[in-house]
């Protein structure tokens, strides 16, 4: 019976880069991308100023009289369960340093930001132009009730524009893929 004998090849020698990368080598992580550091201020972000508005919102007696301001509670509850459930995925991430950069978990998390952005954007809009025919063309709006209104509002578009990067940042990391 024969037997085979292991082949022996030479290893060629590794290419020089003259201290410089190679030309498809990408930067590590951008700031604000899942499962950073600066992914997580944003989520934190995002559900802060989300919290602010849902609370202010419904600390108002009179507001579910109102339907746009009844979609701006409800916007911003879902904009609060969509950013702690990704900012407990990024807290998990930087804890067991691993790397969110799944194709497919990028491109739920881009839906999401996307589908949130667009809710609570519409959100604050309605309510500050509800606002703003309630105080100015009927004149109706109690001492303080106006400003509470305007205030839920300006939560609710901070939270949208830190939505916004978190989507950005997204959706950069799936388009450059």
Request: aromatic share 10%; proline share 6%.
């Amino acid at each position: 019976m024969e037997r085979s004998h292991p082949a022996v090849h030479p290893v060629a020698v590794p290419p020089q880069f003259d201290n410089q990368p190679p030309p498809n080598l990408r930067m590590k992580d951008l700031p604000g991308s899942p499962g950073t550091l600066g992914g997580l201020a944003l989520r934190v972000g995002q559900f802060g100023f989300a919290i602010i508005a849902f609370g202010v919102m419904v600390a108002m007696t009179d507001f579910s009289t109102v339907t746009a301001f009844c979609y701006l509670v409800a916007a911003m509850v879902l904009q609060c369960l969509w950013s702690i459930s990704l900012a407990m995925i990024d807290l998990y991430a930087l804890l067991t340093r691993r790397s969110l950069r799944n194709s497919l978990l990028v491109g739920i998390f881009v839906v999401g930001d996307g589908v949130t952005s667009t809710l609570t954007l519409a959100a604050a809009c309605a309510t500050a132009g509800i606002t703003v025919f309630i105080d100015n063309d009927l004149g109706e709006c109690g001492p303080s009730h106006c400003a509470k209104y305007e205030a839920a509002a300006a939560m609710a578009f901070l939270s949208w524009v830190l939505i916004q990067l978190s989507f950005l940042f997204s959706f950069y990391l799936l388009a450059t893929r």
